[in-house]
């Protein structure tokens, strides 16, 4: 499921859109690396919640789960960036 967020726009609560950079499941919980159309510096890390089978995303604010989340992310992207080249 997750991976059909990626490359999707969401809709966050404060209503802007974002476009899903990458995903990342972790012990059964789904994290997404976004970017802001309007202004493409604001990247956020949310994680989605399934409630009664609406979708929430809470965005992530403890600093210690931001930045371990961070550098996950970094490692899958860099993993990509490095498969390009090879190709």
Do not use: P
Not at 41 to 65: Q, R, S
Request: no cysteine; proline share 0%.
């Amino acid at each position: 499921m997750m991976d059909s967020l990626k490359n999707k726009i969401v809709k966050l609560e404060n209503n802007k859109e974002y476009f899903v950079l990458e995903t990342l499941i972790d012990n059964n919980i789904n994290y997404m690396l976004l970017l802001n159309l309007v202004d493409d510096k604001e990247i956020k890390i949310v994680k989605m919640i399934l409630d009664n089978g609406e979708e929430y995303f809470v965005e992530i604010t403890d600093d210690k789960e931001l930045t371990s989340l961070k550098s996950r992310f970094k490692d899958i992207l860099d993993e990509q960036k490095k498969k390009i080249i090879e190709n």
